[in-house]
Structure formats: structure tokens, C-alpha cells
């Protein structure tokens, strides 16, 4: 069967298509490349377009014979959900909302949703299971767990089938080097880490050192990109075999401060990351990370990469890309 995957030239969505490529199925990605890359996209047909273009996605699941939808294109940046509500509304909510009507209309029946560990918020127990209670604290979150709903409303209107996968801190690059984080564009704090030690002209900002963890900074669970990539591809394998719809957190079980990141990333590169302790940021939680037992019994899917080697992939990567620039 044929996949589509939304936004599949972006960081996620890229190692995504790898992955269900080298499974052996076939792939189409639709993608604006407003945030993603051309040259991300391995062994899969790029359409350039948008999820709002109904015809377009109604063509594109029709010609190529779709059955299941990957679907990552969304905005993800807490601190701007914040700022500018209007465009996650419009962008995450809305546009995935035009998505699944046109799926529908193309006959798709199996849907894999890029969620976010974040419609936890601060969850009062960690590690988190997935019966913890909803409690987005950005918009970002927000909108996440608003298309779970969407979605569990869909399978009891159409039957749409779908899982949710709850990443937690998704970090790294492809072993082999062939792809990995743009850090030109993102917020996240590997790649911001690695961009403060590798090129040595600015200094990296840690949003608090205040809050009730034992060395005063967030928590996160911090997965290897090629370990998410994987759990999609068990999750369509999941629906393919006539899977209910659900949704599994995908994480290692393990915390980390930012402090432990850091200190991560300065052993690899053999260098202190320079950084500087400035105000929290709205929408942080204070600790999560995954008691990921339900994605093993699910799927039949674990992490395998720990923190040492996904600071290492960054690394690699990243340095890699300075090399090919020069």
C-alpha cells in the first residue's frame, strides 16, 4: 500500500519516509517547504503543496492508490504559539480538519497523527502513562490535543482508525550521516546546542534555572529521530492489521535536564557549550518524560538509542554540515 506523509521533507517527517521506505512501502510526501527540505526527502516523490488544497490531496491519495496518511505538517514552536495564536489555530487545527475531509473523500482509512508529549503540560506523576490527565499549557499543546479529539470523533463518525503518537523530545540525526536537523530554522535544544560550540559566535540560552528539578532546569525525555521513525512505521503496521484507534506515548522512560544535555554535548565535542541562565519561557512544563511500557505492548516497539548517542548523531551531523558549506 501507499503512504502519504505530510510535511515528510521536515526533521521528523524526513527520517519518517526513510523508514517506511526501506520497510518497503511506497511513499508520496506533500510538503510546502516552508520549513522543510528538498533534499531531505530520500527514495520518495516530493509534491510541493499544501494540506489545505483539497483537490490537490484528494489527487494525490486517488492517483497513487493511498491508504494510510502520515501526518506531521504542523507549526511547532511553543514560544510563538504563544505569541501568535492565530496561525497554530489556523495552521495545526483547521488545516489538519481540510486534510482528513480530503482523505476521506480519497477513501483513507488509517491515519498516524504527530502528536506531542506536551497535551500533558506538568503531569503530577512522571513517568507519564497515558492515562494522565490532558492538560495542555501553550497553544502549541493545545492544538495537539485537539485533533486527538478530532481524530477520536472521526473513527465514530467514519471509521477513520488512527494513533496518536505522543512524541517526547525528538533529537539527533541518521547514523550514517545522510540526514538530520536543520538547524537554521529550529528552536529545539540539541541543535541550538551544538550551534553554540561548533561555531562559537553567540552563546546558548537556558530558559530558567528556578524550577523544582534537582539542578533547577526542565526535564525532558529525549528520543532518538531514527527510534521515532521507527514507531510510525509499527504504527501503520498497527492499523494495517486492523488496529483500534489510540494514542501511545513515544519516549525512552529516561529524563533529562537541560544541564545533563548540555554537559552531553560538551563531552563530544570536547568543549564547553557557552551558555547563559535567562527568564523561564511561557509554556514550559517542568518535567516530563514517558513510561513508553504501552508502545512495547502496542506495537511491539522500544528506544534504542540513549542521550550519548543521540548528542553524538547531532554532532556528526552537524559538524558535517559546516564542512559542506565551507
Known amino acids: 500500500m501507499t503512504t502519504l506523509v505530510t510535511g515528510g521533507a521536515g526533521y521528523i517527517g524526513s527520517h519518517t519516509v526513510r523508514a517506511v521506505t526501506t520497510a518497503g512501502r511506497d511513499v508520496v510526501v506533500l510538503d510546502s517547504l516552508e520549513l522543510g527540505r528538498e533534499d531531505a526527502v530520500i527514495d520518495a516523490q516530493l509534491v510541493v503543496g499544501d494540506i489545505t488544497d483539497a483537490d490537490l490531496v484528494t489527487a494525490l491519495c486517488r492517483d497513487h492508490h493511498v491508504e494510510q496518511v502520515v501526518h506531521f505538517a504542523a507549526y511547532k514552536s511553543v514560544g510563538e504559539s504563544m505569541e501568535n495564536p492565530a496561525r497554530y489555530w489556523r495552521n495545526n487545527v483547521a488545516g489538519a480538519v481540510e486534510l482528513l475531509e480530503a482523505c476521506l473523500a480519497a477513501g483513507v482509512r488509517n491515519v498516524v ?20 490527565p490532558i ?36 533529537a539527533g540525526a541518521s547514523p550514517d550521516g545522510r540526514i538530520g536537523e536543520d538547524w537554521r530554522q529550529t528552536l529545539n ?32 525525555d529525549y528520543i532518538h529521530v531514527d527510534d521515532l521513525a521507527d514507531a510510525h512505521v509499527e504504527s501503520l503496521g498497527y492499523l494495517a492489521a486492523g488496529g483500534d484507534t489510540v494514542a501511545i506515548n513515544i519516549g525512552t522512560g529516561t529524563g533529562s535536564s537541560v544541564l545533563d ?43 534504542k538509542y540513549g542521550l550519548d548517542e543521540i548528542v553524538q548523531t547531532a554532532y556528526d551531523w552537524h559538524r558535517s554540515q559546516l564542512s559542506a558549506d565551507a
Open 135 to 170: 492538560h495542555p499549557e501553550s497553544v502549541y499543546a493545545e492544538t495537539k490535543a485537539m485533533i486527538e479529539r478530532v481524530l477520536a470523533w472521526y473513527d465514530t463518525t467514519h471509521g477513520l482508525k488512527s494513533v496518536s503518537l505522543r512524541y517526547f523530545n525528538a
Open 113 to 132: 497523527f504527530s502528536s506531542s508529549s506536551s497535551v500533558y503540560g506538568t503531569p503530577v506523576v512522571v513517568p507519564v502513562t497515558e492515562t494522565a
Open 261 to 303: 544535555v548540555i554537559q552531553a554535548a560538551s563531552r563530544v565535542a570536547g568543549a564547553d557549550v557557552p551558555y547563559d541562565i535567562v527568564g523561564r519561557r511561557a509554556g514550559d512544563p517542568v518535567s516530563t518524560f514517558a513510561d513508553p511500557t504501552f508502545a512495547e505492548q502496542t506495537l511491539g516497539w522500544r528506544a
Open 189 to 220: 535544544l540539541v541543535p541550538l546546542a551544538m550551534k553554540a560550540v561548533l561555531l562559537g559566535d553567540r552563546r546558548l540560552q537556558v530558559y530558567g534555572n528556578d524550577y523544582a528539578t534537582p539542578d533547577g532546569t526542565c526535564i525532558r
